[in-house]
């Protein structure tokens, strides 16, 4: 099981200048299922941020892949 910590809680061991952390998509899915390219497209058109032309644009790819669509454009 993976435990997903709050930034506030562990962000002291990460401040200075050599330390970053850069997670990709892939990553965040493996943490949390609600991360994938479905989940964020539904809570986008929950929110009213999908408008008829990027749901054209999910439409024309068949999928909720957000980095497919933008490679498209």
């Known amino acids: ?5 709050s930034w506030g809680d562990i962000r002291a061991q990460y401040e200075g200048a050599d330390s970053a952390l ?7 899915m ?3 299922p609600g991360f994938s390219y ?3 497209l539904d809570v986008a ?4 941020r ?10 024309q790819e068949g999928s909720a ?4 669509v933008l490679r498209r454009l």
């Open 1 to 5: 099981m993976v435990t997903c910590h």
């Open 22 to 28: 850069l997670v990709g998509n892939g990553a965040s």
């Open 30 to 32: 493996a943490i949390w």
């Open 38 to 40: 479905q989940s964020l």
């Open 45 to 48: 058109r929950v929110a009213g």
């Open 50 to 59: 999908v408008d008829a032309v990027s749901e054209r644009l999910f439409g």
């Open 65 to 68: 892949d957000f980095e497919a």
